[in-house]
């Protein structure tokens, strides 16, 4: 990978928090002019599962709808029902939770044959929700990356939720910085105490640690950092091990060490134990941590860790965008990446964006969502590494944006896909062989305010929980 290619670059995207307005447009590939329309599924379970899927609408900001609702009083416990928790100028919308069917279908609208049901719940939470990530240890858990700080929910039975807790943003922090949080990706590492929140921050250039409590919270500011430079932009994170994290962004990939899930601070030796209270500040003026290793990379979009039971320790996979390609590289016992990559896809107009991981019968495979071209693509993994080709794709629409992908694992046929620009979720096949069907089975129906109007929801996250 190389960090040379910026100026080559027609058009950007830089994640999903810059990528609300845009249409599907851009970038290299002139197939993209074609005017096929991917259609919805239209198939649908009648009989409801235990399944719910957990589905991000990163465009929340109820101004655009006009779906504002009066913001509650701050409560005595801030946080908890009643108030307290930021839904911006008072958004409805942010979180939505479809019920599954038990072969796997959205349910259909008993009101209105032929279509899907509506989401049995729809949260409201800060502005620009983009990533959502279930608690290891209490699937009603839900943690919530919005533009400004991390939210955390709790499901009720029955149906309604409450917002339990939520992060300082930068400036209440502070009071001078002129940066967002920007938080773009989560890791949960369920292994220490009650489980360590990472949060890699855009905005903030830093990966926070949030050691979580036994109620599922986390502290309203984290209890110690990685600090990067001005223009490391994180946008990824994977955990490597107890003792490893990688965090890529802008333009590298690095690996840092972790003691005990938190990270040793930069002084007064890169090798000294991190103690909670006692390590630098992560607000203000603070020395930039220095790697263990690192490459060079040119906007990552993901990465995804596969372990091995020998040295080295595991493949790190990665999407990156500027190169279009994907890549594998080799990691270590002592938290060095390789040089050289492993295994890489064919250069093409794909912006690979989330990666997903399957190992069935059938073999492995990488499933990704290919945001430029407007599909999903599937690489049948040889010896843990990455072919040239795909195995298969879905039909291109680059006007639907794929971003998040979710399989309802271990015996699960359909891949759900968070179509952003299309606004709604589509249920693809998987077939015995790993490749997907070309067009979706079943889609959720387009989002809607309760008057009835259609609004853009841009959802762009998902997962699949048990129904609360």
């Given at each position: 990978?190389?960090?040379?290619?910026?100026?080559?670059?027609?058009?950007?995207?830089?994640?999903?928090?810059?990528?609300?307005?845009?249409?599907?447009?851009?970038?290299?590939?002139?197939?993209?002019?074609?005017?096929?329309?991917?259609?919805?599924?239209?198939?649908?379970?009648?009989?409801?599962?235990?399944?719910?899927?957990?589905?991000?609408?990163?465009?929340?900001?109820?101004?655009?709808?006009?779906?504002?609702?009066?913001?509650?009083?701050?409560?005595?416990?801030?946080?908890?029902?009643?108030?307290?928790?930021?839904?911006?100028?008072?958004?409805?919308?942010?979180?939505?939770?479809?019920?599954?069917?038990?072969?796997?279908?959205?349910?259909?609208?008993?009101?209105?044959?032929?279509?899907?049901?509506?989401?049995?719940?729809?949260i409201g939470t800060a502005d620009n929700p983009r990533r959502a990530l279930?608690?290891?240890?209490?699937?009603?858990?839900?943690?919530?990356?919005?533009?400004?700080?991390?939210?955390?929910?709790?499901?009720?039975?029955?149906?309604?939720?409450?917002?339990?807790?939520?992060?300082?943003?930068?400036?209440?922090?502070?009071?001078?910085?002129?940066?967002?949080?920007?938080?773009?990706?989560?890791?949960?590492?369920?292994?220490?105490?009650?489980?360590?929140?990472?949060?890699?921050?855009?905005?903030?250039?830093?990966?926070?640690?949030?050691?979580?409590?036994?109620?599922?919270?986390?502290?309203?500011?984290?209890?110690?950092?990685?600090?990067?430079?001005?223009?490391?932009?994180?946008?990824?994170?994977?955990?490597?091990?107890?003792?490893?994290?990688?965090?890529?962004?802008?333009?590298?990939?690095?690996?840092?060490?972790?003691?005990e899930g938190l990270f040793p601070p930069p002084t007064p030796a890169p090798?000294?134990?991190?103690?909670?209270?006692?390590?630098?500040?992560?607000?203000?003026?603070?020395?930039?941590?220095?790697?263990?290793?690192?490459?060079?990379?040119?906007?990552?979009?993901?990465?995804?860790?596969?372990?091995?039971?020998?040295?080295?320790?595991?493949?790190?996979?990665?999407?990156?965008?500027?190169?279009?390609?994907?890549?594998?590289?080799?990691?270590?016992?002592?938290?060095?990446?390789?040089?050289?990559?492993?295994?890489?896809?064919?250069?093409?107009?794909?912006?690979?964006?989330?990666?997903?991981?399957?190992?069935?019968?059938?073999?492995?495979?990488?499933?990704?969502?290919?945001?430029?071209?407007?599909?999903?693509?599937?690489?049948?993994?040889?010896?843990?590494?990455?072919?040239?080709?795909?195995?298969?794709?879905?039909?291109?629409?680059?006007?639907?944006?794929?971003?998040?992908?979710?399989?309802?694992?271990?015996?699960?046929?359909?891949?759900?896909?968070?179509?952003?620009?299309?606004?709604?979720?589509?249920?693809?096949?998987?077939?015995?062989?790993?490749?997907?069907?070309?067009?979706?089975?079943?889609?959720?129906?387009?989002?809607?305010?309760?008057?009835?109007?259609?609004?853009?929801?841009?959802?762009?996250?998902?997962?699949?929980?048990?129904?609360?």
């Amino acid at each position: 990978m190389s960090t040379g290619a910026w100026g080559s670059r027609v058009a950007r995207y830089v994640g999903l928090a810059l990528l609300l307005g845009l249409a599907a447009c851009g970038g290299s590939s002139s197939d993209n002019s074609h005017t096929f329309d991917l259609p919805a599924g239209t198939s649908f379970d009648t009989v409801a599962s235990n399944q719910v899927l957990l589905v991000v609408e990163s465009k929340n900001h109820c101004g655009d709808s006009g779906s504002c609702v009066s913001t509650p009083l701050p409560s005595p416990t801030p946080g908890l029902a009643g108030g307290g928790c930021d839904t911006g100028n008072g958004n409805s919308r942010g979180l939505a939770l479809y019920r599954l069917g038990i072969n796997g279908r959205f349910l259909e609208n008993p009101a209105q044959p032929g279509t899907a049901a509506p989401p049995e719940q729809i949260i409201g939470t800060a502005d620009n929700p983009r990533r959502a990530l279930v608690s290891a240890a209490n699937p009603t858990v839900v943690y919530v990356a919005t533009d400004e700080r991390i939210q955390v929910f709790r499901l009720l039975p029955g149906g309604g939720s409450r917002c339990i807790g939520q992060t300082k943003t930068e400036k209440e922090s502070d009071p001078n910085s002129n940066h967002d949080l920007d938080p773009v990706d989560f890791a949960l590492d369920p292994t220490v105490g009650n489980g360590v929140l990472y949060v890699a921050g855009r905005g903030s250039n830093r990966v926070d640690a949030y050691p979580i409590g036994a109620d599922g919270t986390i502290a309203d500011e984290p209890s110690n950092c990685i600090i990067g430079s001005n223009n490391s932009e994180y946008t990824s994170l994977s955990l490597l091990s107890r003792d490893f994290i990688a965090a890529g962004g802008r333009s590298e990939i690095q690996i840092f060490r972790r003691v005990e899930g938190l990270f040793p601070p930069p002084t007064p030796a890169p090798a000294a134990t991190p103690t909670p209270g006692s390590t630098p500040g992560c607000f203000g003026a603070q020395l930039v941590s220095i790697p263990l290793s690192q490459i060079g990379a040119a906007i990552v979009n993901d990465t995804l860790f596969t372990p091995s039971q020998s040295a080295p320790i595991g493949q790190l996979f990665i999407s990156e965008e500027v190169s279009d390609k994907l890549f594998t590289f080799n990691i270590d016992a002592s938290g060095t990446i390789g040089s050289k990559e492993t295994s890489s896809t064919k250069q093409g107009a794909s912006f690979y964006q989330n990666l997903l991981r399957r190992d069935v019968a059938a073999g492995s495979f990488i499933y990704t969502s290919v945001f430029q071209e407007g599909r999903v693509s599937v690489f049948q993994l040889e010896n843990n590494l990455l072919p040239e080709f795909p195995l298969s794709k879905t039909a291109k629409d680059p006007k639907t944006l794929p971003v998040g992908l979710a399989v309802d694992e271990p015996s699960g046929t359909l891949l759900y896909v968070a179509e952003a620009g299309a606004g709604r979720i589509d249920a693809f096949r998987i077939a015995a062989d790993g490749s997907l069907a070309r067009e979706p089975e079943s889609s959720t129906a387009p989002a809607t305010t309760s008057d009835g109007r259609q609004i853009d929801s841009f959802p762009s996250d998902i997962s699949i929980i048990p129904a609360p």
